[in-house]
């Protein structure tokens, strides 16, 4: 294991008031996302892949220790900037490998047309290959959700504030309507969590979760695919 590579990462669930308190104890300690907008947070947008066997979905499901996820992901519904991901966690420590991908790839991805990264000589790329020629690929799940973003240096901690899930209809969920509704509280670190950043936590109602939003997606059938 790398530990520079591997970060920590923990989940909670927590309502609105609970936010609140967490974001009122965080001013002038921790600063927001710098690609944040008015309302201090961005949407998320993600198409899941997964295998002809639901590999990956059931790794979740299963509770395995060590496991992978692999997600094309863009923010604010701009498909000018797009990311491939391979999430690897091994208990609560996870690393990204990432690569940028152009929209006609990402378009042949969630068409379900594969063949072309057999081509590819990128590490990430090839190590999805390999699962392409084994198992076979498929979009699996998309969805949006809006993330609120909180960072601090020491340790790169970010506090990340998500909204649940919800499908590719419409307007994206936005931070108004939100605040009804509990939300999902990722505490991410590398190496150690600053005193500084612990006592922000401290005497919180914290519900600690493994909740997957993948999971969340599959099991509720969010497959409505955005289009270049």
Request: include cysteine; glycine fraction near 6%; aromatic fraction near 14%.
């Amino acid at each position: 294991m790398n530990p520079i590579r591997y970060r920590y990462e923990h989940k909670y669930i927590i309502n609105p008031q609970t936010a609140a308190i967490l974001r009122g104890r965080a001013v002038g300690v921790m600063q927001p996302d710098a690609y944040a907008d008015k309302d201090g947070g961005y949407t998320v947008c993600n198409v899941y892949l997964d295998d002809r066997y639901d590999s990956f979905y059931h790794a979740k499901q299963l509770g395995h220790y060590s496991r992978d996820k692999y997600r094309l992901r863009y923010y604010n519904g701009d498909l000018s900037f797009i990311r491939l991901e391979r999430k690897h966690k091994d208990g609560i420590l996870n690393y990204k490998d990432t690569i940028s991908l152009t929209a006609a790839q990402f378009e042949q991805m969630t068409n379900g047309d594969f063949g072309f990264i057999l081509r590819e000589t990128a590490p990430l790329w090839q190590r999805l290959a390999t699962v392409y020629r084994l198992r076979g690929l498929r979009p699996s799940a998309a969805f949006t959700y809006r993330r609120e973003t909180l960072t601090y240096k020491p340790g790169n901690v970010r506090f990340t504030f998500d909204s649940h899930p919800v499908p590719f209809r419409g307007s994206p969920p936005t931070y108004e309507n939100r605040q009804a509704y509990p939300l999902l509280l990722e505490v991410k670190y590398t190496g150690f969590l600053p005193e500084t950043i612990q006592r922000l936590l401290n005497g919180l109602p914290l519900v600690h979760t493994e909740m997957s939003k993948y999971a969340v997606a599959r099991e509720r059938n969010y497959h409505t695919i955005p289009r270049v």
